[in-house]
Antibody, heavy 120, light 108 residues
Framework: QVQLQESGPGLVKPSETLSLTCAVS?????????WGWIRQPPGKGLEWIGS???????YYNPSLKSRVTISVDTSKNQFSLKLSSVTAADTAVYYC?????????????WGQGTLVTVSS | SYVLTQPPSVSVAPGKTARITCGGN??????VHWYQQKPGQAPVLVIY???DRPSGIPERFSGSNSGNTATLTISRVEAGDEADYYC???????????FGTGTKVTVL
């Protein structure tokens, strides 16, 4: 059974870089599938941030593209999100997820999510 | 960018049928996926590729997609179906994922 677990600071200062990691168990990232990040501001809807293939090719949300980097570390079986120049608008629960098939979506497996607050 | 519009809320009595719409320009030409999210939990995929159900999802959940509207139908609604529901597509023009605005289903 594939399991995903997000980790990282729960509090980030404005203008700094948000960094999160998603540890994957029960499946080897290097074997395939797309691995994505989705966020949800408190009380609001879901927003796709971006996805990465096991080979390293990426897709990013155009509205966030200039600030987002997603990378994969197959040796640690994990993938990461970096979001630069954060503001209060980036406060959200951040989810990592795996695609159901060999295309970016839908997402068939999700982590439990981690709340990141942007505040000084 | 591609926009998916859902009604903010749908109310339904137990045992009745709930229909949740997802509107988008020529959405019938895209594959639509649906997620259920209960409070404090991660989303769960309930319908993919318009009408397929993952294993473990009750047959009461079904989907359709045509023209400018995709629909998630929940038959014989139960109290446990109360949740937020989101549609989602992959927009090939921007090479990105897009989620709908979300619909809160309330079981009366």
């Amino acid at each position: 059974q594939v399991q995903l677990q997000e980790s990282g600071p729960g509090l980030v200062k404005p203008s700094e870089t948000l960094s999160l990691t998603c540890a994957v168990s029960g499946y080897s990232i290097s074997s395939g599938y797309y691995w994505g990040w989705i966020r949800q501001p408190p009380g609001k809807g879901l927003e796709w941030i971006g996805s990465i293939y096991h080979s390293g090719s990426t897709y990013y949300n155009p509205s966030l593209k200039s600030r987002v980097t997603i990378s994969v570390d197959t040796s640690k079986n994990q993938f990461s999100l970096k979001l630069s120049s954060v503001t209060a608008a980036d406060t959200a629960v951040y989810y990592c997820a795996r695609s159901r098939g060999q295309v970016p979506t839908p997402f068939g497996y999700w982590g439990q999510g981690t709340l990141v607050t942007v505040s000084s | 960018s591609y926009v998916l519009t859902q009604p903010p809320s749908v109310s339904v009595a137990p045992g009745k049928t709930a229909r949740i719409t997802c509107g988008g320009n020529n959405i019938g030409s895209k594959s639509v996926h649906w997620y259920q999210q209960k409070p404090g939990q991660a989303p769960v995929l309930v319908i993919y590729y318009d009408s397929d159900r993952p294993s473990g999802i009750p047959e009461r959940f079904s989907g359709s997609n045509s023209g400018n509207t995709a629909t998630l139908t929940i038959s014989r609604v139960e109290a446990g179906d109360e949740a937020d529901y989101y549609c989602q597509v992959w927009d090939s023009s921007s090479d990105g994922g897009v989620f709908g605005t979300g619909t809160k289903v309330t079981v009366l």
